[in-house]
């Protein structure tokens, strides 16, 4: 049986905690966000446009984490070639894209180079989940394939 790192319990601890501090920043956005605004002197006409924006990304972004949530469940059961993986593979594949696209979109109205980032840096992230599902899956048909011939 493989044995566990301290690395394994290190990871899932962190993306526990980005999980509930993701869903605190998402909940917190309206409240805090025009105050932070008035404080950086932007107008505040922009308040609503970047409450959405970090909104939906924010909670693309938590649905991210819950999904790497129920993939280490399965790893640190010790048996993480599941179906359940690449289905969840898929989803990340998909909320990235989908916070890709709000950066785009957002880039399109008002211009940042961070906004730029950030949509290049998601949408490698979508391509790298769609890879990797493709991985998962392959190992899931090796594996399937293997406990019939035993």
Known sequence: MYKHSFVHYLTKILVDILFCLGIACTISFPFLLPKIMEFLQYDKELVAPYNVVLIASGICS?????????????????????????????????????????YLLKIICFFTIASCVIFIIFMLLSLFCLTLKDVFKQAVYYKEENDLTI
Do not use: E, H
């Not at 129920?70 to 998909?94: E, I, Y």
């Open 62 to 102: 938590v649905y991210i984490l819950w999904q790497l949530k129920q993939m280490f469940k399965t790893l640190l059961s010790g048996n993480p070639f599941v179906g359940k993986n690449v289905d969840a593979l898929r989803k990340c594949a998909v909320a990235s894209f989908a916070i890709g696209l709000i």
